[in-house]
């Protein structure tokens, strides 16, 4: 069964750092692209971060700069480095995979997710 675990959201203060894990099982996702998106209460689901197979990446406006999003094709695990949070960054966070070696970040591109991980920033 192919699964997708989060980890590492919680409460932090504007300005600070957090990182996201996301644990795949049941399948191999080094040849699948793969994203964070969040969404934040009343808010649709916005693309975060994404990257393809061998590390091209791509980010959402809001989050270039500040977020980074890296791979571990080893340990079929996905990263999300959090800096500079503010607190438009609250929402909850769900990494996903595509069926394709690429998409965009949108999220009808993504057949697999996780249930996700809070993150609030709190001002």
């Known amino acids: 069964q192919v699964q997708l675990v989060e980890s590492g959201g919680g409460s932090v203060q504007a300005g600070g750092s957090l990182r996201l894990s996301c644990a795949a099982s049941?399948?191999?996702?080094?040849?699948?692209?793969m994203a964070w998106f969040r969404q934040a209460p009343g808010k649709g689901r916005e693309g975060v971060a994404g990257i393809d197979s061998v590390g091209h990446t791509r980010y959402g406006d809001s989050v270039k700069g500040r977020f980074t999003i890296y791979r571990d094709n080893r340990k079929n695990t996905l990263l999300l480095q959090m800096d500079s949070l503010e607190s438009e960054d609250t929402a909850m966070y769900y990494c996903a995979t595509s069926r394709y070696a690429y998409a965009e970040l949108l999220d009808y591109e993504f057949n697999v997710w996780g249930q996700g991980t809070q993150v609030t920033v709190s001002s």
């Open positions: 049941g399948y191999t996702t080094s040849n699948h692209y």
